[in-house]
């Protein structure tokens, strides 16, 4: 499957951005998805992440509150609705999926495919 991310961009602290992540190849159904982050100097880190039905969903602790993912299987699409943001936030957000969703979540080893990502900055 192919992973294309968009909606980064630049937005000040307490403004919201909405990323979204296009699976192509294959039916998007077929995998869990999440976001991960990760910022200059500092080592990728688990943001959020989504069932391959959408039941389940499970997120980084500092965002809880704030981001919601969703999904749109119909239109092999995963979505990160991020308010309120706060300048640690700022980082190069990537997409990723997991073919059968049976591994860990919140771990990067579980996913097989990874999307370019895309940049967020959130200035003070």
């Known amino acids: 499957v192919q992973l294309q991310a968009s909606g980064g961009g630049l937005v000040q602290a307490g403004g919201s951005l909405r990323l979204s992540c296009a699976a192509s190849g294959r039916t998007a159904s077929n995998y869990a998805l999440a976001w991960f982050r990760q910022a200059p100097g500092k080592e990728r880190e688990f943001v959020a992440g989504?069932?391959?039905?959408?039941?389940?969903?499970n997120y980084l602790d500092s965002v809880k509150g704030r981001f919601t993912i969703s999904r749109d299987n119909a239109k092999d699409t995963v979505y990160l609705q991020m308010n309120s943001l706060k300048p640690e936030d700022t980082a190069f957000y990537s997409c990723?999926?997991?073919?059968w969703g049976r591994g860990d979540i919140v771990s990067a080893v579980a996913y097989e495919y990874w999307g370019q990502g895309t940049q967020v900055t959130v200035s003070s």
């Open positions: 989504i069932s391959r039905n959408g039941v389940f969903t």
């Open positions: 990723a999926a997991d073919l």
